[in-house]
């Protein structure tokens, strides 16, 4: 299924989910730098700005990924989109949050902080599971451009690995 939302042939989702991923990564182990040297403040600082620029890169790429799921016709595909597209609106809720106990001190963690942290990365990985089952299971924002070139490992037969 090819996707909606594209430059120049190559999905957009993919590509922005990064700036989240990785910024709400760092910003927990900010936290727990911060939580964990004697005086911590820009470390917490920096968490609090990277987890915000997690939630800004995070409705970014929701705007691609939006399109691409009013594309979807295949019933068990809309479904698993479905959940994949709460529980990353659950985990920018939950990032809002954390930066909503932390607006008036940002220099500032808690463990209340680190532990919101930690379960929205646990959801996000969640998320980022069905996200690839969309992709390497269901074929969404996938194209038959090169398929002859590429080979499937899930119905190979053991003597194809030999060849």
């Known amino acids: 299924m090819r996707t909606r939302a594209q430059l120049h042939g190559h999905p957009i989702h993919p590509m922005l989910v ?17 939580m964990s040297v004697s005086n911590g403040a820009r470390w917490s600082e920096m968490a609090f700005y ?16 939006f399109m691409d799921y009013l594309g979807l ?7 698993i989109a479905t959940t994949h597209m709460i529980l990353n609106l659950v ?9 909503g106990m932390r607006i008036g001190d940002p ?17 996000l990985a ?10 390497y ?8 451009d090169g398929a002859d070139n590429v080979r499937d490992f899930a119905t190979h037969d053991k003597n194809d690995l030999a060849a």
């Open 18 to 34: 990064t700036l989240p991923i990785g910024l709400w990564v760092y910003s927990l182990i900010c936290d727990l730098v911060s």
């Open 50 to 65: 990277t987890m915000a620029g997690g939630v800004a890169g995070a409705l970014l790429a929701a705007i691609p990924g």
């Open 73 to 79: 016709r295949n019933r068990q595909v809309r479904k």
């Open 91 to 99: 985990i920018t809720v939950l990032y809002v949050f954390n930066l």
């Open 107 to 123: 220099e500032s963690v808690s463990s209340e902080n680190v532990l919101l942290s930690g379960i929205g990365l646990v959801v």
């Open 126 to 135: 969640a998320a980022g599971w069905l996200g690839g089952s969309l992709v």
């Open 137 to 144: 299971r269901h074929g969404v924002a996938v194209t038959a």
